[in-house]
């Protein structure tokens, strides 16, 4: 059985600050898919990364694929209260749209 | 363009009821999953449905049970409820069975 594992799984801090978010596993994926999720609303796709090693952007967050495709992270530039969420990692093993999902980083940014 | 919607968006149940859950798929998608979430967990896998057909099926009970109608369209079943059922069930689209999804809402499921 493939696992995510995601760490930490709460955090909070103040607004301005950098974080980062691990999702690992002791299998290969060939890719993994991040997923931003409000109270109250589903998870939203936030990015999908395919290559080992891959680097993507989206404004303040960087998302990394590591290079043997067993584990990615996602890092967080001056968090902003609308930042606060629980963010997930998840996998298509098969590639067959059942996704296996990490068990979720709480994040709260205060003011 | 409509995305995933769900009906109803909460649902208060009695231990050993029975309940319906509906999904519309988003507009062009032809493949629905089922998954459920608890409180600050990540979601866990239920069921696929693809041309009507049960594709996949993830570790849940045969209470748990679906169905996909010819316009997309999904239903979840859920019998004899449980306590440990209470949790957002969310649904999914997708093209043809891949990933990435489109999640709606979910329907958040109480059981007393």
């Known amino acids: 059985t493939q696992l995510l594992e995601q760490s930490p799984q709460f955090l909070s801090i103040q607004e301005g600050e950098n974080l980062t978010v691990y999702c690992n596993s002791s299998?290969?994926?060939?890719?993994l898919q991040w997923y931003r999720q409000e109270p109250g609303e589903g998870p939203v796709l936030l990015v999908t990364?395919?290559?080992?090693?891959e680097v993507k952007k989206l404004k303040r967050l960087t998302f990394q694929f590591g290079d043997a495709r067993k584990d990615s992270s996602l890092h967080i530039t001056a968090a902003q209260p609308g930042d606060t969420g629980l963010y997930l990692c998840?996998?298509?093993?098969?590639?067959?749209?059942?996704?296996?999902f990490g068990q979720g980083t709480t994040l709260q940014v205060k003011p | 363009d409509a995305g995933v919607t769900q009906s109803p968006t909460h649902l208060i149940k009695t231990r050993g009821q029975q309940v319906t859950l509906r999904c519309s798929p988003k507009?062009?998608?032809?493949?629905v999953s089922w998954y459920q979430q608890a409180l600050g967990q990540g979601p866990q896998f239920i069921f696929q449905?693809?041309?009507?057909?049960?594709?996949q099926r993830g570790n849940f009970p045969d209470r748990f049970s679906g169905h996909q109608f010819p316009n997309y369209s999904s239903e979840l079943n859920v019998n004899a409820l449980l306590l440990g059922d209470s949790a957002l069930y969310l649904c999914?689209?997708?093209?043809?069975?891949?990933?990435?999804?489109?999640f709606g809402n979910g329907t958040r499921l109480t059981v007393t």
């Open positions: 449905y693809y041309e009507e057909e049960e594709r």
């Open positions: 998840a996998g298509d093993p098969s590639n067959t749209g059942k996704l296996i």
């Open positions: 507009s062009g998608h032809d493949t």
């Open positions: 990364v395919v290559t080992g090693g």
């Open positions: 999914a689209s997708s093209i043809y069975r891949a990933s990435p999804l489109h």
């Open positions: 299998s290969v994926f060939s890719s």
